[in-house]
């Protein structure tokens, strides 16, 4: 999969953070933690995390979850008033959701004070260190990044050690369809497939495109040559009209208007009076 991590670590995203005064490890109920809605995983494997599950039961916590508090609510259902999650995640989901499966009561905590864009941002790069996101993912964590902070691109891809060019071109993948996506994820095509992809903007020809790719098992560059065959012969110029060929009527006009002649001279010999005009025509 070809995928830009940042490195070294994003020791630029802790930079920016309030220090954390308190690092204490806390065991709070899972019922309590609500998922980040800003994790950049959209897909997260059964089997990865049934063996995360059983490391969990077996060895416990190797390393805490992060979370941070939100404001308490209340909600009233049939009569009875439930609070809502006393606190958010901002990284460790794939933990988390493994507590979750063996049933877990309490999970271990370290609680931090971040705003939104910080806590998006740390949880974007904890899974691209660990390589735990597809490209998409990652175009889409980047582009929700940039909604929320109001950063430029040259601004985050700093922050995240990457270079602009790298992150613009994360964010064209996101031209690409939900449909056209999951295809190339679901045949293990690459991110410079679906780069390659992008080039085409009529959607139907980039379906079937996709479909050779699959059908064909085409290597990447084997794609961005066929598209790169394909676009340059559309940008062709047509090919210009015939000229409409020129028959040469000299010679019988010449016989015929010769012919006209003698006839008016012989007309006018009888006595009949006849007008003649010539008027060319090209």
Do not use: W
């Amino acid at each position: 999969m070809n995928s830009v991590k940042p490195t070294p670590p994003a020791d630029n995203v802790y930079r920016a953070l309030p220090k954390q005064k308190d690092r204490r490890i806390r065991y709070i109920p899972v019922d309590e933690i609500a998922p980040n809605p800003m994790q950049p995983r959209t897909e997260f494997d059964d089997a990865s995390l049934d063996a995360l599950s059983e490391s969990i039961r077996r060895y416990g916590f190797i390393q805490p979850i992060t979370v941070k508090k939100r404001p308490v609510k209340s909600i009233t259902v049939n009569g009875q008033t439930v609070s809502t999650e006393k606190y958010e995640l901002v990284s460790g989901e794939r933990r988390y959701r493994a507590a979750r499966r063996i049933g877990l009561k309490t999970v271990p905590c370290i609680l931090m004070t971040v705003d939104v864009s910080s806590s998006a941002l740390i949880a974007l790069t904890e899974n691209l260190q660990r390589e735990d996101l597809n490209f998409f993912e990652e175009a889409s964590a980047i582009h929700n990044l940039l909604v929320i902070t109001g950063a430029t691109q040259s601004a985050l891809a700093r922050q995240l050690s990457i270079s602009q060019s790298a992150l613009a071109n994360k964010l064209r993948l996101l031209a690409l369809s939900d449909d056209e996506k999951k295809q190339i994820l679901s045949n293990s095509l690459t991110e410079r497939h679906a780069r390659a992809f992008i080039r085409i903007k009529d959607p139907s020809v980039r379906a079937r495109m996709i479909d050779r790719a699959v059908k064909k098992n085409l290597s990447a560059a084997e794609c961005e040559n066929e598209i790169s065959a394909l676009l340059a012969e559309k940008e062709k110029p047509p090919a210009p009209s015939p000229k409409p060929k020129r028959i040469s009527l000299v010679r019988d006009i010449n016989f015929f208007l010769n012919s006209v002649n003698r006839a008016v001279s012989l007309f006018s010999e009888s006595g009949v009076q006849i007008k003649k005009e010539t008027k060319d025509l090209g």
